[in-house]
């Protein structure tokens, strides 16, 4: 990667070098005949080098498809996410369609209509039938496109209130991740910044009865088959919840409480088993252990073999350690997740242990000592 780097750089010092003797060729117009104006040879190279980019355009895109096409998300683990991706579908193949009609009229015409000394290029000064047919077709297929985004993202939103609904919050903060889960009431407490202190980091206000049974935790745990009404808040800065597996993403905004839900499908094991998931992995873990082979030689260790799991990512470019903001997503069964919930504390529990005075162990005085063994020692006579 360091030596395509270089290379890359040594291209552009060249190019660079390259314009600047043509800027100074520029300069000289009056000492030399060559005036930098085009002739038709240079046109006619130029409309090949267009025919030649167009080749290399799309022989590169393809390439791309068959030779990166299987580091795709692949099966998405929401319901939502199967009208997400048939979204994606649809204007891919719409953008596709316009992007090759597009490029190869604008490509040919480079080529077929080359400057010619004496030629002339047919002018229009307005044509009624042109603007209508590159006004209404664009207007048609945008207006469907947004229609059925909307209908997307209105059934992806929109859960009734009577809906049986569990009610998580994803706390962000530079440069990390926690989760609090609402508990019998499923009411999630109030809270706020100025309430952080000792291990109540995410400012629960533990004054209200709602956040009482609350849960906190460091792990993102979900049952299947249950909608996950998320809350994003955040501390400090903008970050963005993303959850690529689930096609979830919202921004988590300072001072506001923003929103998603859906409902998982796939369970972590589920998911692991999938096909598109075990090549992936598998081709994975035969680059580290490629890897491996080379860091051993050097003394180094290997590489951990690469195992599956959802993440919770930001996807904000949110300070130097960006990259480590990241959370492990576990969905379980519905009765593991009831397992794993309850073997939770409370937040009220752990506030009062965290909180609870300490006892300090009672240390006899000496003189209490003594006057007990000279009691011992009478009793002893009289017993005698």
């Not at 809270?191 to 209200?208: C, H, K, P, S």
């Not at 690529?244 to 993403?249: D, E, G, K, L, Y």
């Not at 960006?322 to 529990?349: C, G, S």
Request: charged residues 20%; negative net charge; proline residues 3%.
């Amino acid at each position: 990667m360091t030596g395509l780097l270089i290379f890359i750089v040594l291209v552009l010092i060249g190019i660079a070098i390259w314009q600047l003797t043509k800027i100074f060729d520029l300069t000289q117009i009056g000492a030399s005949q060559d005036h930098g104006v085009a002739d038709d040879n240079d046109n006619k190279v130029n409309g090949y080098l267009m025919f030649a980019f167009l080749g290399f355009l799309y022989v590169f895109m393809i390439y791309g498809l068959f030779a990166w096409g299987d580091l795709a998300l692949g099966t998405p683990a929401s319901e939502h996410g199967i009208d997400y991706d048939n979204l994606m579908s649809i204007s891919l193949i719409i953008i596709f369609i316009v992007q090759a009609i597009t490029q190869v009229l604008l490509h040919y015409f480079a080529f077929k209509y080359t400057g010619v000394k004496g030629g002339k290029a047919l002018y229009f000064s307005d044509s009624n039938k042109l603007e209508m047919i590159w006004t209404i077709i664009p207007v048609v297929v945008l207006s469907g496109l947004i229609l059925y985004g909307l209908y997307t993202w209105n059934n992806i939103m929109y859960f009734d209130d009577e809906e049986d609904v569990m009610y998580v919050e994803v706390y962000a903060k530079q440069f990390g991740w926690e989760v609090r889960y609402s508990g019998e009431d499923n009411t999630l407490g109030k809270a706020n910044v100025r309430y952080i202190e000792g291990i109540n980091t995410m400012g629960v206000d533990l004054a209200d009865p709602a956040a009482q049974d609350d849960k906190m935790a460091n792990e993102l745990h979900l049952p299947k088959g249950k909608k996950v009404v998320f809350k994003f808040r955040s501390q400090d800065v903008l970050h963005s919840a993303y959850m690529p597996h689930f096609r979830a993403q919202m921004n988590c905004v300072p001072g506001m409480v923003t929103s998603f839900n859906f409902v998982p499908t796939l369970t972590t094991a589920e998911m692991r088993q999938d096909e598109a998931i075990v090549a992936k992995v598998n081709k994975i873990n035969k680059i580290r252990a490629e890897k491996s082979k080379e860091l051993v030689a050097n003394g180094e260790e290997a590489l951990a073999p690469y195992e599956f799991d959802y993440l919770l990512l930001c996807n904000k470019i949110c300070g130097a350690s960006h990259y480590n903001m990241q959370l492990k997503i576990v969905v379980d069964t519905p009765e593991e997740f009831k397992t794993w919930l309850a073997e939770r504390p409370t937040l009220a529990a752990q506030w009062k242990e965290a909180n609870a005075p300490a006892v300090e162990p009672v240390v006899a005085q000496p003189e209490v000592i003594e006057t007990v063994v000279d009691s011992t020692q009478v009793l002893a006579q009289v017993v005698e």
